[in-house]
């Protein structure tokens, strides 16, 4: 049974998209007091703990078999490879002379390279693409998380969490690349957000029924209490990270690992609240308008950066108008060329790759077969 889209946290995706949007226009205008007060790079946690969710929730069927996972994969595979292909040759035309090496593009193009401890890796070519490395290390995982997922989804949680601790312990001194690998970057660091987003699906099976039937009212207030939550999380995260005698106390990588990812358990519960779809909130977030800026977050993730860097490298591109017009220019150049990536590009692609494995389903089905 196809699974039903849940447009409230479709459009979510485009307000995390926006956070990390905002925190890469930094380079161009400054650091404001909201990247100062709030640990930003948690959006990127969202995002994976999203992912788990959504998928455990799209998948949630899945036969280990042949077939199915042959679909599973293929299916991921035209979720990404699109987009991904698409920014990371637009980037290695705009930026040609960015002194990558060779391997540093091959394994970005891969998306092998945050499994490298190196800046000259991981931020190679399209550098925010080495989250979608850590996307396909998941997308790997998923299969195997939910194998008998009703009896284990805690105890797998439990072990993620358990490797994350164990690896920010050994690293605990890191310094310089190796500290934001370890901390930021590194696949299997990041598991756990993943596997959280698996284990509140789990959950929210015993408990959806229970959310949408309560009143909009209440529903609205415990949205509003969730919003709140992950706006003091991310506040609490960078004042931790902020405060003197951290590294003393914790060592290095794991003051890095609160400002990078701390805020997940809390994203597990606002995707769990705002699933149901029962307040005023999320209502609003199924607005059509709203859900397609989230259908193209993904495009707008994958772009902003080249856009970013594009006005950065070539100054002129800014005009003399006050800073606030030049920010608005900012923004639209990353939406106008998103949604022309989403509309010309990924959809038409993803279409086009599923199509290729529909036909190819049907000529590997024995004959009779419906």
């Avoid at 042959?70 to 705009?94: D, K, Q």
């Avoid at 790997?140 to 194998?147: G, S, V």
């Avoid at 949680?157 to 190796?178: E, M, P, Q, Y």
Wanted: hydrophobic share 55%.
């Amino acid at each position: 049974m196809k699974a039903k889209k849940i447009d409230s946290l479709t459009s979510l995706r485009f307000f995390a998209a926006a956070i990390i949007v905002t925190l890469h226009a930094s380079e161009l205008f400054g650091r404001n007091a909201f990247l100062r007060n709030f640990a930003t790079f948690h959006a990127v946690s969202f995002f994976y703990v999203l992912s788990g969710f959504i998928l455990a929730y799209t998948y949630r069927d899945i036969q280990q078999t042949r077939a199915d996972l042959s679909r599973y994969a293929w299916a991921r595979i035209a979720r990404i490879l699109p987009v991904h292909v698409a920014t990371w040759a637009m980037a290695l035309v705009l930026f040609h002379d960015g002194g990558w090496s060779i391997k540093a593009i091959l394994a970005n193009l891969f998306l092998v390279q945050s499994w490298v401890p190196s800046s000259q890796y991981f931020y190679a070519v399209n550098g925010v693409s080495w989250s979608i490395s850590d996307e396909v290390f998941f997308y790997a995982l998923l299969p195997l998380m939910l194998i008998r997922v009703q009896r284990t989804w805690l105890s797998n949680f439990f072990l993620c969490g358990l490797v994350t601790a164990s690896i920010l312990w050994i690293a605990r001194w890191t310094t310089g690349d190796v500290r934001l690998w370890v901390s930021y970057i590194f696949p299997i660091t990041r598991v756990v957000e993943f596997m959280a987003g698996v284990a509140v699906f789990q959950i929210s099976r015993n408990i959806t029924g229970f959310l949408e039937k309560i009143s909009r009212p209440s529903a609205t207030i415990l949205e509003v209490i969730t919003v709140c939550a992950v706006a003091l999380s991310m506040h609490l995260a960078a004042v931790f990270y902020g405060t003197k005698g951290m590294v003393s106390l914790f060592g290095t990588a794991f003051p890095l690992w609160v400002y990078s990812a701390a805020s997940f358990p809390v994203f597990a519960i606002l995707v769990l609240v705002f699933s149901a779809q029962a307040g005023m909130l999320s209502r609003i977030l199924c607005f059509k308008p709203i859900v397609f800026l989230g259908e193209a977050s993904f495009a707008l993730y994958m772009i902003h950066k080249i856009i970013a860097r594009l006005i950065s490298e070539h100054s002129y591109l800014l005009s003399y108008a006050p800073t606030y017009v030049n920010y608005a220019a900012y923004w639209a150049a990353s939406l106008g060329a998103a949604a022309c990536l989403h509309l010309l590009i990924e959809n038409p692609a993803r279409r086009f790759l599923l199509d290729i494995s529909r036909r190819g389903n049907q000529r590997s089905a024995p004959t009779g077969a419906n």
